[in-house]
């Protein structure tokens, strides 16, 4: 019997605060989700930046065909940021914009600071995942520092729940797309996934 290989997670950090609770969190769900048996990769912007993406150089820049290299190997994308002004951190912003091919057929899961409720957020991340032929999970997951989060704690049960249910969806419903999705590769019935075959 074959043995199903372990789901590729990448967490990325949107946040270049040092102190960033949004850091917490998605190194909380990282752990998590290795104890389960995913691969997880942490993708932190503040101590891996990438420069502001041009689409005339930025691909051939020093670096980043090693992470072009992790983020296809992924089968699942965790997306933290904060919420400013109702909207994605620059940060995330722009390491989205490098990517897009890459994305095709996984699935993005979405973790928001905010003190509102980061409905905004969470739909330009779905909006992105959509843009770029991914799946989104039906729900994003919000909390605000000092009520869910403190030094670096998670302090509130129900939001701890909330981050359990995250982490079981993303490995249910990870490793069944990342399943589906190499079926379709392998294939030669028409699907969204047919452009993303190797010639």
Not at 49 to 55: D, G, I, T, V, W
Not at 66 to 71: D, G, H, M, T, W
Not at 134 to 139: D, I
Not at 179 to 188: E, I, M, T
Request: with cysteine; aromatic share 8%; charged share 20%.
């Amino acid at each position: 019997m074959t043995e199903t290989p372990a789901l590729r997670v990448m967490a990325v950090v949107g946040s270049l605060n040092r102190t960033s609770s949004t850091r917490a969190v998605i190194k909380h769900v990282a752990g998590q989700l290795q104890t389960l048996g995913c691969a997880t990769d942490i993708l932190d912007l503040l101590d891996e930046p990438l420069a502001l993406f041009n689409p005339d150089y930025s691909r051939e820049a020093d670096g980043f065909p090693k992470l072009k290299a992790r983020v296809e190997q992924a089968d699942v994308y965790i997306l933290g940021t904060p919420d400013y002004h109702g909207s994605i951190s620059s940060a995330m912003k722009n390491f989205l914009d490098h990517f897009w091919h890459e994305f095709a057929g996984k699935l993005f899961a979405t973790i928001v600071a905010s003190h509102e409720k980061g409905l905004t957020v969470t739909d330009q991340l779905r909006t992105v995942a959509r843009q770029c032929y991914a799946w989104c999970l039906p729900y994003g997951v919000a909390f605000t520092e000092g009520a869910d989060v403190k030094d670096d704690n998670i302090i509130n049960d129900a939001f701890a729940r909330r981050l359990e249910m995250l982490v079981h969806d993303v490995h249910s419903y990870g490793r069944a797309l990342a399943s589906q999705r190499q079926a379709d590769l392998a294939a030669s019935v028409p699907g969204f996934m047919a452009r993303h075959r190797s010639k």
